[in-house]
């Protein structure tokens, strides 16, 4: 998606200022379209427009871009804008690119926006020179030139437009067209984040949150996150939401993390939306409910949060908040495990080896054992210990099911360091010491082709 100011200034505003070399029926125009009398201003400008004056033509180009008096006509909006930047009418310059930029009753084309946004950035219109920056970050109209972006975008922000401060705060930070500088960056930030430039204030939140060209300060990440989370920004939401849960630079408080959790879940932020059925899962902040709990858990799941789909697994397993249904409990184990979650890996390898939703299938306990095992899950170890113990999947191995009992146990299993103590007391000393050398194998590898 483009990022250039057009919807925020398809035309500019009427220019209520001096008016001096105008002349009077140019004023008197101006008044009557102050007064909100068009066929006035519309009479008094188009004998100006025919004799020449750009101001006037300029004004034509504005009421027949937004239907002021006539007809919205897109053709004689371009004529007359065209008219008043042939005479170096800077407005009407920079609106000529807006308008080829959207192909406005023009066939769009970005080598013409090039031309009148750099005509309207060569006198100073800090629009255009956004704009402009813009068309060179991406390539269009003109060759790809960072450098050529930066400078167009310095020009804007030492003007004081503020989204250009903020993407040459982005420029800095990613060290495009110019050495990546984190001091430069949190100053543009700051500079743009102060105007109430959104991006920025969430932006600057994780600098102060991360420590990143400057100390960190939780307090200060609170302060610029709260204020991107009250102009509406969801992500600013939800890691408010976080600070006020965990306590980062703010007294730890649940109902605020509530509120802002909801605000951003509502907003269809996926994590905010998993967090706030934690919350009303475990009744931190609001009452314990579990139907609520599965209602946002769904939501995130449905976006393709694995953590929420697994959960919601368990909920269906276990009858909290919905019927006990095994079948829905199989189905979001699996999601989340296609996604390479272990802990659903498991509980669907669970469901396998028991039958529980879904017909009984040691092999496939064992594949999806084995999956969240290679990813480190003590409680997936040990059971995959087990199955080679009893031979159920597999082929009975001792050394194996000892060797995944040793691994399950260092990762902190008790059930495997018992299993383990057991199995060990039909096994030989050659036995054990070859399982344990191949659990050492197996960690150095990291649980793969064990």
């Known amino acids: 998606m483009r990022?250039?100011?057009?919807?925020?200034?398809?035309?500019?505003?009427?220019?209520?200022g001096s008016t001096e070399g105008w002349g009077a029926d140019f004023q008197k125009g101006l008044d009557a379209a102050v007064r909100g009398d068009h066929a006035t201003a519309l009479h008094e400008w188009i004998p100006l427009a025919e004799q020449g004056n750009a101001a006037a033509q300029f004004q034509l180009g504005w009421m027949y871009d937004n239907g002021l008096g006539v007809p919205e006509n897109n053709k004689e909006a371009v004529k007359n804008y065209k008219r008043a930047a042939e005479?170096?009418?800077?407005?009407?310059?920079y609106n000529l690119g807006v308008i080829y930029d959207n192909g406005y009753g023009v066939p769009e084309d970005d080598q013409e926006a090039v031309k009148w946004f750099r005509r309207?950035?060569?006198q100073g219109e800090a629009?255009?020179?956004?704009?402009?920056?813009?068309?060179?970050?991406?390539?269009?109209?003109?060759?790809?030139?960072?450098?050529?972006?930066?400078?167009?975008?310095?020009?804007?922000?030492?003007?004081?437009?503020?989204?250009?401060?903020?993407?040459?705060?982005?420029?800095?930070?990613?060290?495009?067209?110019?050495?990546?500088?984190?001091?430069?960056?949190?100053?543009?930030?700051?500079?743009?984040?102060?105007?109430?430039?959104?991006?920025?204030?969430?932006?600057?939140g994780l600098v102060y949150d991360?420590?990143?060209?400057?100390?960190?300060d939780d307090k200060e990440a609170v302060k610029w996150y709260r204020l991107a989370a009250e102009q509406g920004?969801?992500?600013?939401?939800?890691?408010?939401?976080?600070?006020?849960?965990?306590?980062?630079?703010?007294?730890?408080?649940d109902q605020e993390a509530v509120k802002w959790y909801k605000r951003a879940a509502e907003q269809g932020n996926a994590t905010a939306q998993f967090n706030l059925g934690v919350m009303y899962r475990k009744g931190n902040g609001v009452s314990k409910d579990d139907k609520e709990a599965v209602k946002w858990f769904r939501l995130a799941a449905e976006q393709g949060e694995a953590t929420a789909k697994d959960i919601l697994g368990f909920m269906y397993a276990k009858g909290e908040g919905v019927p006990e249904n095994n079948q829905e409990a199989v189905k979001w184990f699996r999601l989340a495990a296609e996604q390479?979650?272990?802990?659903?890996?498991?509980?669907?390898?669970?469901?396998?080896?028991?039958?529980?939703?879904?017909?009984?299938?040691?092999?496939?306990?064992?594949?999806?054992?084995?999956?969240?095992?290679e990813r480190g899950m003590a409680k997936a170890q040990s059971n995959l210990g087990l199955m080679y113990s009893n031979g159920e999947g597999v082929l009975q191995n001792d050394v194996i099911a000892h060797m995944w009992?040793?691994?399950?146990?260092?990762?902190?299993?008790?059930?495997?360091?018992?299993?383990?103590?057991?199995?060990?007391?039909?096994?030989?000393?050659?036995?054990?010491?070859?399982?344990?050398?191949?659990?050492?194998?197996?960690?150095?590898?990291?649980?793969?082709?064990?």
């Open 210 to 216: 991360n420590g990143l060209g400057i100390l960190e």
């Open 3 to 16: 990022k250039l100011l057009t919807t925020l200034c398809i035309a500019a505003v009427l220019p209520f």
């Open 87 to 93: 005479q170096g009418d800077a407005n009407a310059q």
């Open 233 to 253: 920004d969801a992500d600013a939401q939800y890691i408010l939401g976080a600070m006020h849960g965990n306590g980062d630079g703010v007294p730890e408080d």
């Open 120 to 122: 309207a950035a060569e």
């Open 340 to 373: 390479g979650y272990a802990n659903a890996q498991h509980n669907l390898g669970f469901m396998y080896a028991h039958g529980k939703g879904i017909f009984e299938d040691d092999k496939e306990a064992v594949k999806w054992y084995r999956r969240a095992a």
């Open 127 to 204: 629009k255009a020179q956004f704009n402009l920056a813009v068309m060179y970050e991406n390539g269009w109209g003109v060759p790809e030139d960072d450098q050529e972006s930066v400078k167009w975008f310095r020009h804007a922000a030492k003007q004081g437009n503020a989204t250009a401060q903020y993407y040459l705060g982005v420029m800095y930070r990613k060290g495009y067209g110019v050495a990546k500088n984190d001091k430069e960056t949190v100053k543009w930030y700051k500079r743009a984040a102060e105007q109430g430039n959104v991006s920025a204030q969430f932006n600057l």
């Open 405 to 450: 009992y040793n691994i399950a146990s260092l990762n902190g299993s008790k059930t495997a360091k018992k299993n383990r103590g057991i199995i060990a007391k039909k096994m030989s000393t050659s036995q054990i010491r070859g399982a344990r050398k191949l659990a050492r194998e197996c960690m150095k590898k990291r649980y793969k082709a064990c």
